[in-house]
T-cell receptor, first 111, second 113 residues
Framework: SQQGEEDPQALSIQEGENATMNCSYK?????LQWYRQNSGRGLVHLIL?????REKHSGRLRVTLDTSKKSSSLLITASRAADTASYFC???????????FGKGTTLSVSS | DVKVTQSSRYLVKRTGEKVFLECVQD?????MFWYRQDPGLGLRLIYF???????EKGDIPEGYSVSREKKERFSLILESASTNQTSMYLC????????????FGPGTRLTVL
């Protein structure tokens, strides 16, 4: 089944630095979403970008989408220790009946 | 705020037991989903439902069944629990189209001994 693949698998940075994680997918999509998961908890929706959009901002988050390369990136600016979490991209499956999640990028922000 | 609740945060069962995981959402969402999450494998879709009494198989339905008798409640059933079903189980709901934003519950960590 179609799946987003995040890169890198793990990322360690210092507070105040920017964090960039990438997602690649295989087939055409309606939208691409990013979620955050704090350790041992449920996922929280961060941002949704539609297939006809190229960039979207929400607070310290910036998401880009390149449908020609079938890829997206999530940038977190001025990171904080509280940003430590796993980040997942999700795309709709070909039938448009469900979301397919990637395996996630684990971000560690140290103070 | 949308709230998705799951009946237990932690659950320990024995092999062969019948296990019920309950999920309730309070926002009148049409769609509900059950995932399992395992290290290195990410989230995998078990079953989903568009409406009451309606269900669709996801990527890994074997060993599971579901029930949706009321719009707000979606139950995952392990008919005969096995050790390879030890996992984190996540329930989610979404309004309208199935690929809209999903709202997740806190998860149930199930251990089968």
């Amino acid at each position: 089944s179609q799946q987003g693949e995040e890169d890198p698998q793990a990322l360690s940075i210092q507070e105040g630095e920017n964090a960039t994680m990438n997602c690649s997918y295989k087939t055409s999509i309606n939208n691409l979403q990013w979620y955050r998961q704090n350790s041992g908890r449920g996922l929280v929706h961060l941002i949704l970008i539609r297939s006809n959009e190229r960039e979207k901002h929400s607070g310290r988050l910036r998401v880009t989408l390149d449908t020609s390369k079938k890829s997206s990136s999530l940038l977190i600016t001025a990171s904080r220790a509280a940003d430590t979490a796993s980040y997942f991209c999700a795309t709709d499956n070909q039938a448009g009946t469900a979301l397919i999640f990637g395996k996630g990028t684990t971000l560690s922000v140290s103070s | 705020d949308v709230k998705v609740t799951q009946s237990s945060r932690y659950l320990v069962k024995r092999t062969g037991e019948k296990v019920f995981l309950e999920c309730v959402q309070d926002m009148d969402h049409e769609n509900m989903f059950w995932y399992r999450q395992d290290p290195g494998l990410g989230l995998r879709l078990i079953y989903f439902s568009y409406d009451v009494k309606m269900k669709e198989k996801g990527d890994i339905p074997e060993g599971y069944s579901v029930s949706r008798e009321k719009k707000e409640r979606f139950s995952l059933i392990l008919e005969s629990a096995s050790t390879n079903q030890t996992s984190m189980y996540l329930c989610a709901s979404s309004p309208g189209l199935a690929y809209n934003e999903q709202f997740f519950g806190p998860g149930t960590r199930l251990t089968v001994l």
